[in-house]
């Protein structure tokens, strides 16, 4: 392509003050301040030159591409990216529940109602009602996060990695923690336990082998620097074949019998035993405690089903004085996050209900009757987009739990699949992910797929029409 028609085909282009001079934009600039307006007349025209630059086949470049009309709905569209919020909400259809790149849980309606409540006046944050003067904003959640987990004590920091090193200053800062090889794990977001404790100032001393490690190793380990036997839920891998590892029991004895410490990093944080409900076992936080485990740490927003916060369980003795650290202020948990937890830990008191209502728990519960009525009535909407071009069928698929919580567990599920022979489903792919909502779904081989898990009922409207307009998209090319 010669350099000077492109030249030619840029100077089509017209100028920011050319456009500016439109009647039409006057409406715009009574909605918005004139920088904006300006500015995405700026960034639109910008947009369309690096598009025509990158453009192989000029040829195919019509002169209406440069007419006003044509270009308004461009700078509409850049004056709503400087507008509207960049963190939005998507529709996840990808089947991965507890999905930490898309917001992880999303939280029970009482906990949001509770948060405007909490947060849209004044509260009781640090406030004691009842003797009128300053109070503790942990108090709130201790009683309940005790009651249902067995603990003598409790605190809410920021997150779980928070809470790790958090316990791991508290308890072991300038001496050695004794921890397995095979537990060294890397949690995503590259969050890795070993970096973590290094910060805390703890020394870390790794005993045993990738594959097994004995009580034997631990206790060869244990010295006078010793100040605490650390255990991490390999909660996004498992270790299969010639394995051993020393269980949190064997742990707690060998700790109690050297004065020791121990404390379990459990992660997603499980309080119902979902093996009733024909799940995986995930080993619960009511277990952890039981074995008389000094200190646990959990995620507020895995399995939970809560919002981001570390949840650190154990002893009185121990709790007391990791609550004075001043890093506990540093870490500390805000009364949005707060008044969303509390709501979904009440949710607990009633263990059926909460495996109903908790969108997390209520998900992983989901059978394929219901799944298949889902697919059935978003298929419903999209009939007469089902023709010759484009194949849409409802089919069994497996979706995942996500967020590091029961890595084999495979749910049985129902998968919206699109297939086509003449238009690209890596196309549609992208059309979903740009919509209003994005739509968020996965492709395998030549076909895109759509989990019915993940999705809300009341979300199929949205996903409908979002799915029509996407393909309304790739046939318009
Ligand atoms: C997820 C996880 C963490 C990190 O928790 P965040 O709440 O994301 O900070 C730490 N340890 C384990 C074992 C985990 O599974």
């Known amino acids: 392509m010669s350099p000077t028609l492109r030249q030619q085909v840029l100077r089509k282009i017209p100028s920011v ?42 040829s195919s470049i019509e002169a209406a591409l440069f007419s006003f009309e044509n270009l308004l709905p461009r700078f509409q569209k850049e004056i709503d990216l400087q507008t509207q919020p960049k963190l939005r909400r998507v529709i996840n259809a990808t089947g991965i529940v507890i999905h930490t790149n898309l917001g992880r849980a999303p939280l029970h309606p009482l906990a949001l109602k509770q948060m405007v409540e909490v947060s849209k006046a004044y509260s009781n944050l640090e406030y004691d009602l009842d003797k009128g003067e300053r109070g503790d904003r942990y108090s709130h959640v201790e009683e309940i996060l005790c009651r249902l987990s067995g603990a003598e004590s409790a605190l809410v920091v920021n997150n779980n990695a928070g809470a790790v ?42 005993v045993g082998t990738t594959n097994r490690t004995h009580l034997k190793d631990y206790e060869r380990a244990i010295g006078p620097e010793t100040a605490l036997l650390l255990k991490v839920h390999t909660s996004n891998f498992r270790v299969m074949g010639f394995t051993s590892e020393v269980s949190l029991g064997e742990l707690v004895q060998l700790g109690s019998q050297h004065h020791i410490p121990v404390m379990e990093d459990l992660g997603s944080g499980c309080l119902i035993d979902l093996t009733q409900y024909g799940l995986e076992r995930e080993p619960t936080v009511q277990e952890a405690i039981k074995t008389g485990v000094d200190v646990i740490t959990i995620s507020g927003d895995k399995l939970l089903g809560g919002p981001q916060a570390g949840i650190i369980l154990g002893k009185k003795s121990l709790l007391d004085s990791i609550k004075t650290n001043p890093l506990t202020r540093a870490l500390r948990i805000d009364k949005l996050t707060l008044a969303a937890l509390e709501s979904t830990l009440l949710l607990y008191v009633d263990e059926k209900r909460a495996m109903e209502e908790i969108p997390t728990l209520r998900m992983l519960g989901l059978d394929r009757k219901k799944l298949k009525n889902r697919g059935r009535r978003l298929l419903k909407r999209l009939q007469d987009r089902v023709d010759k071009e484009i194949q849409m069928t409802l089919r069994d698929d497996v979706s995942q739990v996500g967020g590091g919580a029961l890595p084999l567990q495979e749910l049985p599920t129902i998968v919206l699949s699109i297939r086509s022979l003449s238009h690209s489903m890596n196309s549609l792919e992208e059309n979903l992910r740009r919509g209003t909502p994005p739509i968020i779904a996965r492709i395998s081989r030549d076909e895109l797929i759509l989990d019915m898990r993940t999705v809300f009922d009341d979300e199929i409207p949205l996903l409908a029409e979002g799915i029509e307009k996407a393909l309304s998209q790739i046939k318009g090319k």
């Open 165 to 206: 090193l958090l316990c791991l200053n508290t308890l072991a800062e300038g001496r050695e923690v004794v921890i397995s090889r095979g537990e060294l794990v890397e949690i995503g977001g590259a969050f890795r336990v070993p970096d973590v404790m290094k910060r805390s100032g703890a020394f870390l001393k790794e």
């Open 17 to 58: 003050d050319e456009i500016l001079s439109k009647s039409e934009m006057l409406d715009l600039l009574r909605i918005h301040p004139r920088a904006v307006v300006v500015q995405a007349v700026r960034k639109g025209l910008e947009r369309l030159r690096r598009e025509i630059l990158n453009q192989e086949d000029l």
